[in-house]
């Protein structure tokens, strides 16, 4: 097992008391591998003594007002594909099936491209093809820390580690156009209830949806979607 990418796994999941006990043990993780920049094992030990620290009702809220709140951190990688489309639906389902024919079942209710749900399968995968997996939503990783960086999260430390993992040169125009989306506003509640009121995704059988590779389903995210009104995503 890749025990890096579980930290990451773990780090990036909603907070709880049991993972902030945790946070230690998982700081250790980073500090012993040497794939990482220095500098990023530095700021991700920091990251895990802010969440190890911190009061949990407040690192549970911030976690909610920049992954739950804001559609352009989410950590629902299709949605930086599809949006709310229904072609998102197929490539759940196909996610799905590659996650069983490996043996995986997600002991969780977030959806299958979750981030945190896709790093805990990867580390159970051959480093290669766990490599080209993240190789592949590589400027997904560099637009989030982006924006995390401009909300002084910590948590773009885990990006920037996710980056290095991957080992791959970003797609430069991939980049931008994810960047050139404005900013959400995780305060703006009207926006957040007319979410509630569009189309629910569907994950029903698809005629069509094989199960390729994580890393075939990955290899469209280099066509950032269209903006569309009232897009953001709902807190929990």
């Not at 040169?169 to 569009?198: F, H, K, N, S």
């Amino acid at each position: 097992m890749d025990r890096t990418l579980k930290a990451l796994s773990l780090m990036l999941s909603y907070p709880t008391a049991e993972l902030q006990e945790a946070m230690p043990a998982i700081a250790d993780v980073f500090a012993a591998d040497k794939r990482l920049l220095l500098a990023t094992r530095a700021s991700l030990e920091a990251l895990a003594i802010r969440l190890n620290h911190g009061d949990l009702f407040d690192v549970q809220e911030s976690y909610v007002m920049l992954f739950d709140r804001s559609r352009t951190l989410s950590l629902n990688l299709f949605e930086h594909v599809h949006g709310e489309s229904r072609d998102r639906g197929g490539a759940m389902v196909s996610l799905i099936e590659t996650y069983r024919e490996a043996g995986f079942e997600p002991a969780t209710t977030e959806l299958p491209d979750h981030l945190p749900v896709l790093l805990e399968f990867l580390s159970t995968r051959p480093s290669l093809e766990a490599q080209e997996t993240l190789a592949d939503a590589a400027h997904i990783f560099g637009a989030l820390a982006t924006r995390l960086v401009r909300r002084d999260s910590g948590y773009d430390a885990a990006f920037a580690a996710l980056s290095q993992l991957a080992g791959a040169e970003v797609d430069a125009d991939a980049l931008a156009g994810m960047l050139a989306l404005p900013d959400d506003d995780p305060t703006d509640l009207t926006a957040l209830d007319a979410v509630w009121e569009e189309t629910e995704v569907t994950f029903g059988p698809d005629p069509n949806a094989g199960c390729p590779q994580v890393r075939d389903l990955l290899a469209t995210m280099d066509r950032p979607i269209t903006p569309t009104p009232n897009a953001q995503h709902a807190a929990e």
